[in-house]
C-alpha cells in the first residue's frame, strides 16, 4: 500500500486547512489510519486515528476540538481538517494505516504503512 499525503502549506493562526491522502489499494476500507506529525528536533506524535467504517474517531488531546479526521473509502482517502491552527501545530504531518486494530493507535510502531509526509506552517 503506497499513501501520498497533499494539501499542506502556510497557514496562518485561526485560518483552516485540509490534508489529504490518497491511499493505493482498492481495499482501502480494510485499513484503520491514523495522522501523525513530526516538527524539528522532535519526536513523530500521534495527532488523530480513524477506524475502517470511519464510525469511530480518536484525538490527541493537542488537537481535539480543532481538527477533523474523516475518510472516504469509495475514494481510497482519508481527511485531516485542521480548524484554528496554532504555530505550535506547525511540523510535517503524516498518514499511517494499518489492516489491523494498533493495540495503541497513538503509538506510531502499530501502524505498517506510511506515506512521506506533507509540511504544514502555521504563522502566527
Known amino acids: 500500500v503506497q499513501l501520498q499525503a497533499s494539501g499542506g502549506g502556510l497557514v496562518q493562526a485561526g485560518g483552516s486547512l485540509r490534508l489529504s491522502c490518497a491511499a493505493s489499494t482498492h481495499r482501502f476500507s480494510g485499513f484503520y489510519m491514523g495522522w501523525f506529525r513530526q516538527a524539528p528536533g522532535k519526536e513523530r506524535e500521534f495527532v488523530a486515528a480513524i477506524n475502517w467504517s470511519g464510525g469511530s474517531t480518536f484525538y490527541a488531546d493537542s488537537v481535539k476540538g480543532r481538527f477533523i479526521i474523516s475518510r472516504d473509502n469509495a475514494k481510497n482517502t482519508v481527511y485531516l481538517q485542521m480548524n484554528s491552527p496554532k504555530p505550535e501545530d506547525t511540523a510535517v504531518y503524516y498518514c499511517?494505516?494499518?489492516?489491523?486494530?494498533?493495540?495503541?493507535?497513538?503509538?506510531?510502531?502499530?501502524?505498517?504503512?506510511w506515506g512521506l509526509g506533507t509540511q504544514v506552517t502555521v504563522s502566527s
Open positions: 499511517a494505516a494499518t489492516p489491523r486494530l494498533p493495540p495503541a493507535r497513538a503509538n506510531p510502531g502499530g501502524y505498517d504503512y
